[in-house]
């Protein structure tokens, strides 16, 4: 399957997306998103359209899309940027430059001109210029030898070639006079024809491709030149034929007999169905639901607008094997699917297949954290060890083959040696070589990879493998680098067998002890932990979160535990926990979210106030200072807050306690979601009437009744531990254990 856009792909789609029905001129942009490493998501309406959804991918792609990737959470600076700049703005043009894999596209908003710049090609970037061409922020900002990505520079295109749309025929002339290459690579690497569009131009011609460029006569000129403005002919009138281009799957347990290509034509392409009613996307910026649960959700309501009949159904055997915005002569042959649109085309083939990596990825890592400490380890060094295997082969077979060619390579050698002697510099000697390689006549020459003056070493292909050489040494001392290298590899084998065993062994112990622990009665396992002196949780997704007990521990957490990468939460009025989500750099799930936010207010002045809901806010730990403005003073457990705050909004009171009976073993507290993923035996709480000792000795009496070993109990649970798990002030019990005590059995 195709990999990325040619230049002739990427012409197609701007003049797609510029004019016609599928226009994107005068469309607002609302949401940018960085849904992937390299890509961006924008959200636009278009007049009497609806929304659509227009993908970048840095060094790949850019389209109209369907299959769209969830949102992240937390938006990331460069989406965030470009909102600031261009949110709310719409496209004045969308263009190509030259017929290179570049594209700009125009932005007025405010009366403000900005251009976002997409390349498409290897180590691409995505760009936003002010209307001066000076960069406002790159998406990466990278130094190249001759161009320099970085805000504050005027952007400086890549080196231009010839365009194919426009070039004549003594252009091409000029250019091949000069070319040492045959005429196919001289299309291919001087007029951004890349192999494919090359290839078919010699389809349409009777010229050979192979023939030496410079050899050409005028009138194979004359051909080349008709075959190319023939090729490009739909560029230049806006007339294509979107298809994607079908390959039999060899080998395919689904492959017919007899597969009649007409069937595959009679498959009705379905043009993509456009929503009108607009999606709700914009609130003020405290909303919970928009901003503090998920600032930039709108995947489910995306998601849901964009689903529809698929564009085709592809034949049982066959596979996408290209995607072309117009009839190729080479294509003749394969069967195809004609596409409404050259966009749904490429989504169809990378949008698509972009969606599904996704998944699977996410289903391996889904495996993966199912997977014990044992069956991790297990799997990491099985992989190690088919990683030796292959070092050791790879090694072998240089070291043979460097014995195989042993005349071959002391001539090589003999060389190199004599030219050091006769007082050649490497640069000398490279430059020698480099010009032998244009006459293609020599074979010592042509086996030449590379040159490495630092370490007197050349690289030579063996036709078999590859294989540096150091041209100070023998051949048989050249051919022990590797034999060594081999071997080492084979000791490491060695302890990766042995660790393998060993592995099996524990996790055979594992299992038996598992097996023993089930028949028999509760193992207590303790452990000490830094968070143990305040109040904490972890959440349904496995995040710790932790909060202060009193204005002491607020100030240790703020001092010793918090991290820029985390997040923190408090509630409006004072008296409350400073809770803070310990993130590790990851990603926070909405479902951690809510339950801090819960944690949050629980543990507040609310709940000894006995309301039933209040609200608070998260913010990063950044926002979060001791520093007050000048003739201000905070006290001690008080903080000052600066910047943007994202509510929670009539969040419930509700706290429930559990015993964790399996890596450890202990009495937990926390929201009712997180307790339960993680005990047995859950107990939900409220404000209520009961103190707090008066409480956490009924809660402990009716564990007494579902855990038949009381040393045990006492142990993890007693009435004191319970109450260092509950919240401030007076409280009742909703439910008992796993919800068979109704709320009113919960009074004495």
């Known amino acids: 399957?195709?990999?990325?856009?040619?230049?002739?792909?990427?012409?197609?789609?701007?003049?797609?997306?510029?004019?016609?029905?599928?226009?994107?001129?005068?469309?607002?942009?609302?949401?940018?998103?960085?849904?992937?490493?390299?890509?961006?998501?924008?959200?636009?309406?278009?007049?009497?359209?609806?929304?659509?959804?227009?993908?970048?991918?840095?060094?790949?792609?850019?389209?109209?899309?369907?299959?769209?990737?969830?949102?992240?959470?937390?938006?990331?600076?460069?989406?965030?940027?470009?909102?600031?700049?261009?949110?709310?703005?719409?496209?004045?043009?969308?263009?190509?430059?030259?017929?290179?894999?570049i594209v700009k596209i125009g932005i007025i908003r405010g009366g403000e001109e900005t251009i976002l710049v997409a390349e498409l090609f290897s180590r691409g970037n995505i760009i936003l210029l002010d209307k001066n061409e000076k960069i406002i922020l790159p998406f990466k900002p990278v130094t190249f030898k001759d161009r320099r990505i970085r805000s504050g520079e005027t952007y400086e295109l890549p080196a231009e070639q010839y365009n194919p749309l426009k070039t004549s025929v003594d252009e091409i002339k000029m250019v091949c006079r000069d070319s040492d290459k045959d005429i196919i690579r001289t299309l291919a690497n001087n007029f951004n024809l890349g192999g494919l569009y090359s290839e078919e131009v010699f389809k349409r011609c009777a010229v050979d491709k192979s023939k030496p460029a410079k050899e050409l006569t005028d009138a194979e000129f004359e051909q080349i030149h008709a075959a190319i403005s023939e090729m490009l002919a739909p560029i230049q009138s806006g007339n294509f034929k979107p298809a994607l281009v079908l390959k039999e799957i060899k080998n395919s347990k689904d492959k017919k007999a007899e597969t009649d290509s007409s069937s595959i034509s009679k498959i009705q392409t379905m043009p993509q169905t456009q929503t009108t009613e607009p999606q709700t996307q914009t609130a003020a910026p405290q909303s919970i639901h928009q901003n503090a649960i998920a600032p930039d959700a709108s995947v489910s309501d995306t998601a849901a607008q964009k689903e529809e009949k698929p564009a085709f159904v592809l034949p049982d055997g066959f596979e996408i094997f290209d995607v072309v915005a117009f009839d190729l002569v080479q294509y003749k042959a394969f069967s195809q699917i004609p596409m409404a649109s050259f966009s749904e085309a490429l989504d169809e083939t990378f949008g698509k297949a972009s969606l599904n990596a996704i998944v699977v990825k996410k289903e391996e890592v889904k495996h993966?954290?199912?997977?014990?400490?044992?069956?991790?380890?297990?799997?990491?060094?099985?992989?190690?060890?088919?990683?030796?295997?292959?070092?050791?082969?790879?090694?072998?077979?240089?070291?043979?083959?460097?014995?195989?060619?042993?005349?071959?390579?002391?001539?090589?050698?003999?060389?190199?040696?004599?030219?050091?002697?006769?007082?050649?510099?490497?640069?000398?000697?490279?430059?020698?070589?480099?010009?032998?390689?244009?006459?293609?006549?020599?074979?010592?020459?042509?086996?030449?990879?590379s040159i490495q003056p630092a370490d007197a070493s050349v690289t030579l292909d063996l036709k078999e493998c590859k294989a540096v050489l150091d041209i100070r040494k023998t051949i048989p001392q050249n051919a022990n680098v590797y034999y060594d290298a081999a071997k080492k590899f084979m000791k490491k084998k060695e302890g990766a067998k042995k660790a393998i065993l060993d592995t099996q062994a524990a996790l055979d112990k594992k299992d038996k002890d598992k097996d023993k622990k089930s028949a028999s009665t509760y193992v207590l396992k303790r452990k000490k932990h830094w968070y143990d002196r305040f109040k904490w949780f972890y959440s349904s997704d496995g995040f710790l979160v932790v909060g202060g007990r009193d204005s002491d521990t607020n100030e240790e957490i703020f001092k010793k535990?918090?991290?820029?990468?985390?997040?923190?939460?408090?509630?409006?009025?004072?008296?409350?926990?400073?809770?803070?989500?310990?993130?590790?750099?990851?990603?926070?799930?909405?479902?951690?979210?809510?339950?801090?936010?819960?944690?949050?207010?629980?543990?507040?002045?609310?709940?000894?106030?006995?309301?039933?809901?209040?609200?608070?806010?998260?913010?990063?730990a950044e926002q979060v200072s001791k520093t007050p403005e000048s003739g201000e003073y905070v006290t001690k457990g008080s903080f000052i807050i600066r910047g943007e705050r994202q509510y929670f909004n009539d969040v419930a009171l509700e706290l429930a306690v559990g015993l964790e009976l399996d890596d450890e073993t202990r009495i937990i507290g926390g929201p009712i979601s997180a307790v339960k993923a993680r005990a047995k035996h859950v107990i939900e709480v409220i404000p209520g009437k009961f103190n707090q000792n008066d409480l956490s000795k009924k809660i402990y009496r009716l564990y007494m009744n579902e855990v038949k070993d009381q040393k045990f109990l006492k142990q993890i649970s007693s009435p004191d531990l319970i109450a260092m798990a509950m919240p401030p002030g007076e409280s009742d019990i909703r439910s008992g254990p796993d919800g068979k005590m109704p709320v009113e059995e919960s009074g004495e």
Request: include cysteine.
């Open 1 to 101: 399957m195709k990999q990325e856009m040619t230049s002739a792909d990427v012409s197609a789609i701007v003049a797609e997306l510029s004019t016609g029905g599928n226009s994107l001129i005068d469309g607002k942009i609302e949401k940018i998103y960085q849904t992937a490493e390299n890509e961006i998501r924008i959200n636009l309406y278009i007049h009497k359209r609806g929304r659509d959804d227009l993908i970048i991918e840095s060094g790949k792609r850019l389209h109209l899309s369907k299959y769209l990737k969830e949102s992240p959470k937390i938006p990331q600076g460069f989406p965030m940027l470009l909102r600031k700049h261009i949110m709310g703005g719409r496209i004045t043009f969308i263009e190509q430059h030259q017929f290179d894999r």
């Open 368 to 449: 993966e954290k199912k997977l014990g400490v044992y069956e991790r380890r297990l799997k990491q060094q099985t992989e190690t060890m088919a990683k030796f295997d292959r070092e050791i082969e790879k090694n072998t077979k240089i070291a043979e083959t460097i014995y195989a060619h042993y005349s071959f390579i002391e001539s090589v050698l003999s060389v190199f040696s004599a030219s050091r002697e006769k007082g050649y510099s490497w640069d000398e000697i490279i430059r020698i070589i480099n010009d032998a390689k244009k006459e293609k006549k020599n074979d010592i020459v042509m086996s030449i990879v």
């Open 561 to 620: 535990y918090m991290e820029k990468r985390d997040l923190v939460f408090h509630t409006q009025m004072p008296g409350a926990p400073l809770t803070v989500i310990k993130t590790e750099g990851r990603e926070v799930p909405p479902t951690t979210l809510m339950e801090a936010a819960t944690f949050a207010v629980s543990h507040s002045s609310l709940w000894k106030g006995k309301k039933a809901s209040g609200d608070c806010y998260m913010i990063k």
